[in-house]
């Protein structure tokens, strides 16, 4: 029996979850009944041709990302829901949803191709809905997502009756990384990683009230920047407040040192003035942070976690008359 569970044995190193986004420019969320087997998209009711699109992809090195979801009602209804999320260029609130209801889960794979190869598909619809919740409880990938995600998918699906919105889904999601973190979410369509969360935090994730610190723990990165200049949004966001997540953001890596030492990061954002700022920090390996540890559930042996710190931020280009490419 296994008893080392890699998210207790992260919170009792007191690893910092910041830059563990994944980048993506486009989600693809199959509604997909569970059970879902280790590797989610070779499940038994994933259909053979989704299986050969999703190698195909794989195989061009796409940044597309696979997920499967559910929630409490997917294996009552008579249709499955198919969500593409696609990363908007230049400053972006995130990502722009593409929602499509198909009579059989057979018919996704043709949808998918169809919108890949440039062409919005005729199966789209519109609904109320504004945001999308996902949290992996995928106990077959790692046992501590089911351990800490599945009990979390239940009370935030409480917490969000409670609130009385119908506006905001929370689905069960196949494994996107991070498993030393549950209970992990992304909050679409923003594209925000979150992680360790408890309902109270959840709670003023959802409403965008509180103490924007509580974040701080609790904050996987935005998945819309390279994962370095996430610890600069991370700061920005925390000065700015609950205003940053209405403002329009882009980053890059400027400079990166040979041996990843140091980092230049640039992190430009629009507010709801419609001013422009431009941010550049350096960033430097943090060895007091920096672990050495098990990244998952069964890993046989410990994965290098590099960490870095804000050693200098500087504003280098306020309001548009004033900046130049």
Known sequence: MNTFFCSDHAREV??????????????????????????ALKSRWVPNNLQILVEKVYR???????????????????????????????????????????????????????????????????????????????GSHDQCCARYGSPFYFQATQTIADLGWDNVRVWKSSHFGGHRFAPTAIDLPDGRYYGVLNQEVFKSILT???????????????????TAVQILERELMLRHGWNWFNYKVAGKIIQQSLDNNTILAELSFEN????????????????T????????????????????????ISLICEKVATCSN
């Open 14 to 39: 007191g690893e910092d979850i910041i830059s563990s986004a994944t980048n993506y420019q486009t989600y693809i969320l199959v509604e997909c009944p569970q059970p879902w087997s280790h590797d």
């Open 272 to 287: 709801n003035s419609n001013s422009l700022f431009i941010y550049q920090a350096k960033l430097i390996k943090d060895t």
């Open 60 to 138: 061009e090195k796409l940044p597309v990302r696979f997920l499967l979801i559910c929630n409490n009602n997917s294996h009552k209804v008579d249709y499955s829901t198919l969500l593409i999320y696609q990363k908007q260029e230049g400053l972006s609130h995130g990502y722009q949803k593409y929602e499509f209801k198909l009579s059989h889960i057979e018919q996704v794979a043709g949808v998918v191709k169809q919108y890949l190869s440039g062409e919005i598909p005729d199966h789209k619809i519109e609904t109320n809905v504004t945001r999308d919740i996902l949290i992996c409880t995928h």
């Open 289 to 312: 942070r920096t672990l050495e540890i098990k990244g998952s559930c069964n890993a046989k042996e410990n994965s290098i976690f590099v960490k870095y710190a804000v050693d200098s």
């Open 208 to 226: 965008r009230t509180g103490d924007i610190q509580s974040l701080s723990p609790v904050y996987r990165g935005w998945g819309i920047l390279p």
